[in-house]
């Protein structure tokens, strides 16, 4: 079903042309509405689910946005296509687990998922590479005001935007971002930084979100609080922490560069070697490595534009994206031999690292 | 990072990880999110890992008043349980027990954001609509004519503006 979907490669996080950014991934902003009337989906009956689903299909589908979108059931996508989907971020893990009654829609770009019947009637999420609070902000408000134009929304003056969960009452919004932070995490600074940023009501998870741990040095980076404060108050108070901690991790690789020359090059010269010659790894390995590259790539070692390769390769290193890739059901084994003649492959047709530019830095 | 502590509240993965000095003396706690969010750790303010570590969990159920939603028919030991409301309504039903969750858990108790007047407007007119056909009813069958015609008269304006609002440029 989603096969479209996998193979457009011009997707807003795989796309090669992209223009990636140093330590910022991705930005995400997503809104929680509900329908006023009808129970939040889990205390809704199946066909009240069903009720919402069409409901809101039919109008998110009329919607300029959602130009050549796709519509998805959940019920009818295998197991394999759900896990392909969260890997991308376009669903959550929560939307898979529900009962019936649940669906997607999904842009052609892939920088706009609505999921229907997730913990509220309505998700509705917007993405885009690199550090782009405020433009991600503007896109999703308009699709939004867009789409109050034909539903009723559950919003009261006093608590605003009405949600299943108190956490999200008031604006239901959270705005993620994905960082990449060896410079932190090598120091042994990053549990630091976390409690910090969590006294601030800012959130640090994993690539993955709840419970993951942060393979990759990749972090998901969010506001906790949604009732109190503006929309523009939340993204400016959490872009703000964001460029403290990007000063924060850039100060930590300088200083790493400074006092640990020699042992920053031998990491990275042997992340390159395994991923040109790796015959087995897992994705966790995978990750790690790249995530080397990545900061070889911000060094100057490795051309800007393989930047964008590399953030691809996180997300087709992941074990739904090569089971897909494999088009058939195969172990974990044969998995990581897949992934890793996709590295080979890949790795081979990119130029040396220039060590070089390392002692321009300096 | 990854140590993989187990949440003390409930065993689940924890993410969230605390050390604070209570009475002179080092306290450990590891919470996963969701129990995090619900003990209020993430409020600068108002989180004592002391409370955290006294406190019983929830109040019990039994010694409450028990309110049912009339909408959906979510009752106060449902919300206790989960944390959740059933619906829009059960906002205005059990208020008096959100309220205390949300200042523990937010910048505030207000909303400050966006307003999504034209919702808003319509469900307004909605509501002003239903209540003109309350009367119209009413006043037809108290056989008073006159107010019947008033009241058909507004219920048409509102309609036709409806009308302009929704038919598409």
Known sequence: ?362 | MAENLKCSICNKEATVHLTQIVNNKIHKVDLCESCAQKKGVTDPEGFSLADLLSKTPLTPASVEEQKVCPSCGQNTADFRRTGRLGCSECYEVFKALVFPVLEEMHAGTAHKGKVPKIAMSRQSSKLRLKSLKDSLARSIAEEAYEDAAQFRDQIKAIEEAEELEVSPK
Request: glycine share 6%.
């Open chain 1, 1 to 362: 079903m989603i096969e479209s979907l996998i193979n457009n490669d011009r997707a807003e996080l795989i796309q090669k042309a992209k223009k990636a950014a140093p330590v910022v991934l991705s930005t995400r902003i997503r809104l929680a509405r509900n329908l006023a009337g009808p129970p939040f989906p889990e205390r809704a009956d199946v066909s009240q689910r069903r009720d919402v689903l069409t409901r809101c299909a039919d109008q998110i589908s009329a919607l300029p946005q959602m130009d050549k979108g796709s519509f998805f059931d959940v019920a009818e996508l295998s197991a394999l296509e759900k896990q392909v989907l969260v890997e991308r971020h376009l669903i959550s893990r929560e939307l898979c687990d529900g009962e019936e009654g649940a669906g997607v829609y999904i842009n052609k770009g892939q920088t706009c998922s609505v999921m229907i019947n997730e913990e509220d009637h309505l998700r509705i999420q917007f993405l885009k590479t690199g550090f782009n609070l405020k433009s991600v902000w503007k896109q999703i408000d308009a699709f939004d005001s867009e789409l109050e134009k034909t539903i009723d929304v559950a919003f009261t003056p006093e608590f605003g935007y009405l949600t299943a969960c108190p956490t999200n009452l008031g604006t239901g919004l959270r705005a993620s971002v994905m960082m990449h932070l060896p410079g932190l995490v090598i120091s042994g600074q990053m549990e630091r930084v976390i409690r910090a940023v969590n006294q601030l009501g800012i959130t640090v998870r994993g690539l993955f979100g709840e419970g993951s741990d942060a393979t990759g040095h990749i972090f998901q980076i969010s506001n906790q609080q949604t009732l109190g404060e503006s929309e523009a108050e939340i993204l400016e108070r959490l872009g703000n922490v964001l460029k403290t901690i990007i000063d924060h991790e850039l100060n930590a690789r300088f200083k790493y560069l400074e006092e640990d020359k020699a042992k920053l090059l031998d990491q990275v010269g042997r992340a390159y070697g395994v991923l040109k010659n790796v015959h087995v790894i897992s994705s966790n390995e995978a990750m790690n490595l790249l995530s080397l590259i990545r900061l070889a790539v911000d060094f100057g070692m490795l051309p800007e534009e393989n930047r964008a390769d590399v953030d691809r390769l996180v997300i087709e290193c992941q074990p739904g994206h090569v089971q897909y890739a494999a088009q058939e059901g195969i172990e974990p084994e044969a998995r990581d031999i897949a992934r890793a003649d996709k590295l080979r492959e890949e790795f081979n047709s990119l130029p040396a690292l220039a060590f070089d530019k390392l002692s321009e830095l300096e």
